[in-house]
C-alpha cells in the first residue's frame, strides 16, 4: 500500500467514526493493519493523533510558548476507563500534541509490543478519542453558528 492510499484511508478511518458508522470504521482499518508494518504503523497512529492535534487547536487556539497540552482522564471509576488502551490514548495524544515524539514511540513501542488483542485495544482507543474529539469541536461550532470545513470529496 502506497502513502496516499495509506493517508486517505486513515482519513476515511476518522470520518467514518466521527460519523459512527463502525462497521466502515472497521474495515478501513482493517485494510490500514494488513497491509501496514509497525514503522508504518506508527506513522498511522501520529496521524491520528494530529488530527487530534488539530482538534484541540480548533477548539482552543495554539497554547502559549510555554503552555502544555493536557487531557483529562475519564472517571476511573468507569471499568471501561481503567483499561490500559484508554490510558495510551490520552498519553499518545497528549504526547503528540505537545511535540513529545520520545514519548509518542515509547508510548507506541509499549503497546504494539503488548499482546495482538490488546494492541488492537489501544488503536481502536486512539480512534475513538480522536473521533470524540472531533464530534464536540462540531458541536462547538454548530453552536457558535459556524460551518464546519467542507470535506475535499
Partial sequence: MDTARRAQLVMDVLQHAVDG?????????????????????????CAIADAGRQTLIRLYGHPSPEGLWALAAPDPADTCAQHPAHAFSLRFITAYANNNKPMCHALYLAAANASPEDFGHSLVALVGDVAHLARVALQELAADGEQPAQHPH
Avoid at 458508522?21 to 497512529?45: L, S
Fill in 21 to 45: 458508522d463502525y462497521d466502515r470504521t472497521t474495515q478501513a482499518m482493517g485494510e490500514i493493519a494488513a497491509a501496514t508494518d509497525r514503522r508504518q504503523m506508527y506513522g498511522v497512529c
